[in-house]
């Protein structure tokens, strides 16, 4: 069975600058999350869907930060205009229940704002 | 507000030494509680879900136990190979908050020969 698979896996931008980070879940799971890992840090969840619905996106920065998940499959996070701040990895992670189950998370995309 | 708490920060252990890692919580209403390991440059790797106190799982050299203010994941006889920074994170409350895991910061394993 193929996990949940981020791309791209390293991003470099400079700050204002617009950046895009795509993930595919496990088939078949309906929930999908975006977390932001930052060093020495454990995951913090940015966002969560149930299918195309976000149902938690309380901590999304929605300032500058926009997810979609427009089919209740594939997932798109954007931050535009980009800060330093932003460095960190973002990890997307799929569950096949509406909370309780365990989340299977991909390898993550690494961003470094200059 | 910390919900999630590890110790300690860092362990490091020689192959065959067994251990303990700690992880407390204040959350009320624990809906699950789930260890992960992270390897440099990973992502979180699934291993336990824990629900109730008194509960244990086991997986090759590892088992984690739950009570109503901690878990504790221990090691039996470590090997290089389990080096890595292990997460415990809590899922808890519900409506729009269900599924949202609390992740502590992480305990980093070292294991040498």
């Known amino acids: 069975e193929a996990g949940v698979v981020q791309s791209p896996r390293y991003k470099i931008i400079e700050k204002k600058q617009p950046v895009a980070f795509w993930c595919n879940p496990i088939s078949g799971h309906n929930t999908l999350y975006w977390y932001l890992q930052n060093l020495g840090q454990g995951p913090e969840l940015l966002i969560r869907?149930?299918?195309?619905?976000?149902?938690?996106d309380s901590q999304l920065p929605k300032d500058r930060f926009s997810a979609e998940r427009l089919k209740g499959v594939d997932s798109t996070l954007k931050i535009q205009p980009a800060e330093l701040g932003d460095s960190a990895v973002y990890l997307c992670?799929?569950?096949?229940?509406?909370?309780?189950?365990?989340?299977?998370f991909g390898p993550g995309t690494r961003l470094t704002v200059l | 507000e910390d919900q999630v708490t590890q110790s300690p920060e860092a362990l490091r252990l020689q192959e065959g030494e067994s251990s303990s890692l700690n992880c407390s919580y204040t959350?009320?209403?624990?809906?699950?509680l789930f260890w992960y390991r992270q390897d440099p440059g990973k992502g979180p790797e699934f291993l336990f879900t824990?629900?109730?106190a008194g509960e244990e799982k086991e997986k090759e050299r590892l088992k984690a136990t739950l009570t109503k203010k901690e878990s504790f994941l221990h090691i039996t006889a470590p090997k290089p190979e389990d080096s890595a920074t292990y997460l415990c994170?809590?899922?808890?409350?519900?409506?729009?908050?269900?599924?949202?895991?609390?992740f502590g910061r992480g305990t980093q394993l070292t294991v040498w020969p």
């Open positions: 992670a799929s569950s096949s229940g509406q909370g309780y189950d365990e989340q299977f």
């Open positions: 959350v009320s209403g624990l809906r699950g």
């Open positions: 994170a809590v899922n808890a409350r519900g409506g729009s908050t269900l599924g949202r895991l609390y």
């Open positions: 824990l629900y109730s």
């Open positions: 869907y149930e299918n195309e619905e976000a149902v938690d």
